[in-house]
């Protein structure tokens, strides 16, 4: 049963324009939200992150939202660049500590 | 301040056989988990380590085994490997903070297993 749902597997953006990746979650006991960024061959990075006591969080261009009601959340990259091209993952904990759910991913291409 | 190191990181190996793999945390960090990332499937939860015990386990076979070392260094282990476990296996490593918080993990580059 998967937890953590990414609907979109791809998604393809004009350099210079906003991206935005969707995540859905069923789980009401997460209270942590991460998004990964992983290039072929190498690990997941480490993205963004938000606690369930906030709506968003921002860094740099990278922006989370967080509905709780609506079990989502969304990752915002604006401006969008060539390098932001991977594969984004979210993923959440909660109750069981350093345990991670993930989703199946989104594959991110960004137009020069 | 080095990553997270896990080694091989390619490996072939014959149905049947069993493959141990190589994970050394980022210092400091003394929980490891494991990740099973398969085309389509995402990344599956494996094991987490704390302190050279289990704490948390996902839904694997019991094919599939770790360990963590005083040092928090961690090894995962498969036995009688069947083709459907070639897969990409990830070790993250995380600080051990108080119950009620949260931090992120750190992955590394991961172990390419293919089973044939």
């Known amino acids: 049963d998967q937890q953590v749902k990414q609907n979109s597997p791809s998604l393809s953006v004009q350099e210079g324009r906003i991206s935005i990746l969707n995540c859905d979650y069923t789980?009401?006991?997460?209270?942590?939200f991460l998004w990964y960024k992983k290039y072929p061959a190498e690990g997941p990075t480490f993205l963004i992150s938000i606690s369930s006591i906030k709506d968003k969080n921002e860094d740099g261009r990278f922006t989370v939202f967080l509905n709780k009601s609506a079990k989502h959340l969304s990752l915002h990259i604006v401006p969008s660049q060539p390098g932001d091209s991977a594969v984004y993952f979210c993923?959440?904990?909660?109750?069981?500590?350093?345990?991670?759910?993930f989703g199946t991913g989104t594959s991110l291409t960004v137009i020069p | 301040k080095a990553g997270v190191t896990q080694t091989p990181r390619y490996l072939i190996k014959t149905r049947g056989q069993q493959v141990t793999l190589s994970c050394s945390p980022i210092?400091?960090?003394?929980?490891v988990s494991w990740y099973q990332q398969t085309p389509g499937q995402g990344l599956q939860f494996l094991f987490e380590?704390?302190?050279?015990?289990?704490?948390n386990k996902g839904n694997f076979p019991g094919r599939f085994s770790g360990r963590q070392f005083s040092n928090s260094r961690s090894e995962m282990n498969v036995s009688t490997l069947e083709l459907g476990d070639s897969a990409l296996y990830l070790c993250?490593?995380?600080?051990?903070?108080?119950?009620?918080?949260?931090?992120?993990?750190?992955f590394g580059q991961g172990t390419r297993l293919t089973v044939v």
């Open positions: 993250a490593s995380s600080l051990d903070i108080p119950q009620g918080m949260n931090t992120e993990a750190f």
């Open positions: 380590y704390f302190s050279e015990t289990q704490r």
């Open positions: 210092s400091g960090h003394r929980s």
């Open positions: 993923a959440a904990s909660g109750y069981t500590g350093n345990q991670f759910y």
């Open positions: 789980n009401s006991m997460f209270d942590y």
